[in-house]
């Protein structure tokens, strides 16, 4: 399926999902057996910002100090749809109950190993994360922003900066992302995403 990501509005309704995520996030972080890969193909981009960054987790996962990789590596958060949006996405309205429970909560190692490459990576997911099992909720959160800051310094991060027709394909057990701000009022940007699910 086609999945269309944009601000615009055409008889009365948005024709997709609003903007984008603004938070750090992996595709499906959320479900039993999260995405593979996502593309992104651009159809119409703001002349000024709404930029796709991604931070790459092997690296920031291999940067880490040894005790802290230790630390991290029986380490499992609990990434809940439900738990973000109704905190973060409250504007959208609430979720019927039939929703609810298509969205059940599922634990998540904060590291993996990548199935194809062996290699390990952060599995994050800013604001998608309720808690982390075992931990105070609040504690666990702020342990996950401790480390998504720590993944997404420069030299983790590339920005891409998006041109009509523009097509971008990520793994995304190794690659999280998010969008940049735009002037969602004054400029329109249309996106189509196709998810390479699992399981």
């Known amino acids: 399926d086609i999945f269309i990501v944009s601000n615009i509005v055409e008889n009365g309704r948005n024709i997709g999902a609003s903007g984008g995520a603004r938070h750090w996030h992996f595709d499906y972080s959320y479900r039993e057996f999260p995405s593979l890969g996502s593309l992104f ?45 109704e905190n973060y996405t409250p504007h959208r309205g609430p979720l019927t109950a039939e929703q609810k429970r298509q969205l059940s909560p599922v634990a998540q190692p904060l590291v ?33 922003d401790e480390f998504v800051a720590f993944a997404t ?32 009022e004054q400029h329109r940007r249309r996106m189509h995403r196709t998810t390479l699910v699992s399981g």
């Open 112 to 144: 993996h190993t990548h199935p194809e490459s062996g290699r390990r990576a952060l599995y994050l997911a800013q604001n998608v994360v309720s808690h982390i099992e075992g931990m105070d909720p609040e504690e666990g959160r702020e342990i996950i």
């Open 153 to 184: 310094q420069p030299e983790f991060v590339y920005t891409h900066q998006w041109r009509d027709q523009d097509l971008i394909f990520w793994d995304n057990r190794a690659t999280m992302h998010r969008v940049l701000h735009f002037d969602e």
């Open 41 to 85: 193909h651009c159809l119409e981009c703001p002349p000024k910002g709404g930029e796709t960054q991604f931070a790459g987790m092997y690296a920031a996962h291999d940067a880490l100090p040894e005790e802290k990789r230790q630390w991290l590596a029986d380490k499992r958060a609990v990434h809940d749809y439900v738990y973000y949006w």
